[in-house]
């Protein structure tokens, strides 16, 4: 019974502790990227039904780099719901390359399309650029201000490696 009295104490010193490692810091400048890509893969097990962890080979792969929102050059698909670019799709793997990538006594699973997004959000402080990786709220965030160029806090997460939120300054 004395260890669950303890469980609060820890949960709340450790809620206390995360919490003083974020900061924040206010941008005039900044960019926000979301590169967005398409992977074909295989699974490859010698029993892909039951195999926990199949070995996986990633075939060909395209992406696009979406900047502050913009429609990106070159032949892209969009924009989704989500107000993103898409590149065209990488070309399926054959017959032929599935197999020759199978060691003996594998299986080769159908190809699959997976979808990749990676959020990196770039502002200055006094000289320097610092380019962090974030999440699609803080992109969509930025998106809205850059037009304007509305001052915006960012507050940064554990050891100040990642944007976890960007808010507008009013002026």
Same mark, same amino acid.
């Given at each position: 019974?004395?260890? #669950?009295?303890i469980?609060?104490?820890i ?5 206390a502790?995360?919490l ?5 810091t206010?941008?005039e400048?900044y960019?926000?990227?979301? *590169? ?8 490859y097990a010698n ?6 962890r199949?070995?996986?080979e990633?075939?060909?792969t395209t992406? $696009?780099?979406n900047?502050?929102?913009? %429609?990106?050059?070159? @032949? $892209?698909?969009g924009?989704?719901?989500r107000?993103l670019w898409?590149?065209? *799709? ?12 199978k %060691?003996?006594?594998e @299986?080769?699973?159908?190809? =699959? *399309?997976?979808k990749?997004?990676?959020?990196k #959000? ?6 320097l650029? +610092?380019? #962090? ?8 965030q930025?998106? +809205?201000a ?5 001052l #915006? =806090? ?10 976890? +939120?960007?808010e507008p300054?009013?002026?």
């Open positions: 019974m004395q260890k #669950l009295k469980l609060p104490s949960i709340t010193a450790l809620t502790l995360i003083t490692s974020c900061s924040t206010t941008a400048q960019e926000a990227t979301a *590169l967005t890509s398409y992977t074909w893969q295989v699974k029993n892909l039904t039951s195999e926990p199949p070995r996986i990633t075939f060909a992406s $696009v780099l900047r502050n929102g913009v %429609k990106p050059p070159g @032949e $892209v698909i924009p989704d719901d107000g898409w590149p065209t *799709l990488p070309p399926r793997p054959s017959v032929d390359e599935v197999e020759q990538r %060691k003996s006594q @299986e080769a699973g159908k190809p =699959e *399309l997976m990749d997004v990676q959020y #959000l770039t502002y200055g402080v006094g000289n650029q +610092k380019a #962090l990786p974030t999440n699609y709220d803080v992109y969509r930025v998106v +809205k850059y037009p304007q160029k509305i #915006l =806090e960012l507050t940064l997460g554990v050891n100040d490696n990642s944007v976890e +939120k960007a300054i009013s002026k």
